[in-house]
Each structure stands twice: as C-alpha cells, then as structure tokens.
C-alpha cells in the first residue's frame, strides 16, 4: 500500500541543474530515514545522499557540496536539487524511505521505481 513517486527526472547540460522530488502515499504513521540511491549501467547502486528524520543530512563524496536534500514530512516529500552536475551523475534515481505504518508496526523500506537523470552536452 506504500508506494514512493518519484519526478524531476530529465535530460540536463553538464554544470547544470537539477532537482528531484519523491513523495509517499499510502498508510503512514512515520517515515524515518529517507534518501536517494543511484545506480549507473554497470555499476553497483550507491547512496546519493540521505536525510534523517531529525533533518540530518548525510552525502556521498561524490556529491557533497553540489547535492542538496531535503524533506518537507507535512508534504511526505523528499528533494533532492543537484547543481554542478557532471555526466559522471547520468544514472538512475532511486528514493527510498523507511515507513512506519502504524506504532506497532516496525519500519521496512521502500522503493520508488526510478527516474533517469543523464547529463550530457
């Protein structure tokens, strides 16, 4: 019954912008840890950049002080707005959540089906 849509997926120029959103819908009492993963052709899926509850931010080396996320709980949404984007970035998105779906419920994650990010002149 939880599901993450993700959008803001697209086509941008190298040293471009970017921004993606994920909201969740369903039965949701809590969401934990939300983040966003990215996986190249190839290569192995890796943390983008993920954000607590509490709004801590965490980010991969790759794209720490280009890579923003934040999240907006009124709205269940989590953002991710990339700048200074390199065609390294090209790969597909993946926005994961951890929901609690009840207070005796524990929290299981879930994943939004992707949105292609390519950065290319």
């Known amino acids: 019954q939880v599901q993450l849509a993700e959008s803001g997926g697209g086509l941008v120029q190298p040293g471009g912008s970017l921004t993606l959103s994920c909201t969740v819908s369903?039965?949701?009492?809590?969401?934990?840890?939300m983040g966003w993963y990215r996986q190249a052709p190839g290569q192995p899926r890796q943390l983008a950049a993920s954000?607590?509850?509490?709004?801590?931010?965490i980010y991969h080396d790759s794209t720490k002080g280009r890579f923003t996320i934040s999240r907006d709980d009124a709205a269940k949404t989590v953002h991710l707005q990339m700048n200074s984007l390199k065609p390294e970035d090209t790969a597909v998105y993946y926005c994961?959540?951890?929901?609690?779906?009840?207070?005796?419920?524990?929290?299981?994650?879930?994943w939004g089906r992707g949105t292609q990010v390519t950065v290319s002149s």
């Open positions: 954000i607590e509850s509490t709004g801590r931010a």
């Open positions: 994961n959540a951890v929901v609690r779906e009840s207070f005796s419920d524990h929290g299981r994650d879930y």
């Open positions: 369903g039965k949701i009492w809590f969401i934990g840890d």
